[in-house]
């Protein structure tokens, strides 16, 4: 039996050899992430960072074309006026909805991914 410390240095002595891991993030077809993992499984995914692993984000990104896009926290949607199409509001006050048609018409734009 050996003792402690000669223990410690034939350990120390060893060569550990280095594991790589792959972090994965697979996503659906329309590109919305189902799992993060660092196995490998059946399915569409891609290669991503240890940080993004670790934060395990599902509902604020998107894959497409291989790369995430971030949800935009401040220009996700918009009221911009529209010619036809939208609902009707008074000219003066676009909190009243103008039932004669007679009004702006407003309508709601997203910018959701970025």
Same mark, same amino acid.
């Given at each position: 039996?050996?003792?402690?410390?000669?223990?410690?240095?034939?350990?120390?002595?060893?060569?550990?050899?280095?594991?790589e891991v792959e972090f994965r993030l697979?996503?659906?077809?329309?590109?919305?992430?189902?799992?993060?993992?660092?196995?490998?499984?059946?399915?569409?995914?891609?290669?991503?960072?240890?940080e993004t692993y670790a934060r395990g984000?599902?509902?604020?990104?998107?894959?497409?074309?291989?790369?995430?896009?971030?949800?935009?926290?401040?220009?996700?949607?918009?009221?911009?006026?529209?010619?036809?199409?939208?609902?009707?509001?008074? %000219?003066?006050?676009? %909190?009243?909805?103008?039932?004669?048609?007679?009004?702006?018409?407003?309508?709601?734009?997203?910018?959701?991914?970025?």
């Amino acid at each position: 039996m050996t003792n402690f410390w000669q223990g410690l240095e034939e350990f120390n002595q060893q060569q550990n050899e280095t594991v790589e891991v792959e972090f994965r993030l697979y996503y659906n077809k329309c590109g919305y992430p189902l799992f993060y993992t660092t196995e490998k499984a059946d399915g569409n995914y891609i290669i991503i960072d240890q940080e993004t692993y670790a934060r395990g984000d599902y509902q604020n990104i998107k894959v497409e074309n291989g790369y995430i896009l971030q949800r935009s926290p401040t220009d996700s949607s918009k009221l911009v006026p529209h010619d036809s199409e939208g609902t009707c509001c008074n %000219t003066n006050d676009i %909190t009243l909805i103008d039932d004669t048609n007679a009004g702006q018409y407003w309508k709601i734009k997203t910018h959701e991914y970025r």
